[in-house]
């Protein structure tokens, strides 16, 4: 059974950093993108950041320059450095995982993903 389980959520003041890990099990099929999300209460979720199976990276403008996403390929984990964060990131961060190159065309769209973890809170205050 695939699990994805993040960890990493705090409390921050503006302009801290934090730095949010999934662990991934149970596969035994390729993932070709894996990414990190995000939902704020009443709006959508959102793509933040993605790492293609190859390394390629794409990030949502809202954090270009401030957050970095990695994998650890050995240990199927990919991470999500946050610096500078702002209120406004204040949300729940998924992890997710997608078996299909669907994810490399609109790779920051929740509806490319296969699995989900169950989130992590991020809290920003000002």
């Known amino acids: 059974q695939v699990q994805l389980v993040e960890s990493g959520g705090g409390s921050v003041q503006a302009g801290g950093s934090l730095r949010l890990s999934c662990a991934a099990s149970?596969?035994?099929?390729?993932?070709?993108?894996m990414g990190w999300f995000r939902q704020a209460p009443e709006k959508e979720r959102e793509g933040v950041a993605v790492?293609?199976?190859?390394?390629?990276?794409v990030y949502a403008d809202s954090v270009k320059g401030r957050f970095t996403i990695s994998q650890h390929n050995a240990k199927n984990t990919p991470y999500l450095q946050m610096n500078s964060l702002k209120p406004e990131d204040t949300a729940m961060y998924y992890c997710?995982?997608?078996?299909?190159?669907?994810?490399?065309?609109?790779?920051?769209?929740?509806?490319?993903?296969?699995?989900w973890g169950q989130g992590t809170q991020v809290t920003v205050s000002s």
């Open positions: 790492v293609y199976s190859y390394g390629r990276t």
């Open positions: 149970g596969y035994t099929f390729s993932r070709y993108c």
């Open positions: 997710a995982a997608a078996i299909s190159y669907d994810c490399y065309s609109g790779s920051l769209l929740p509806s490319r993903y296969n699995y």
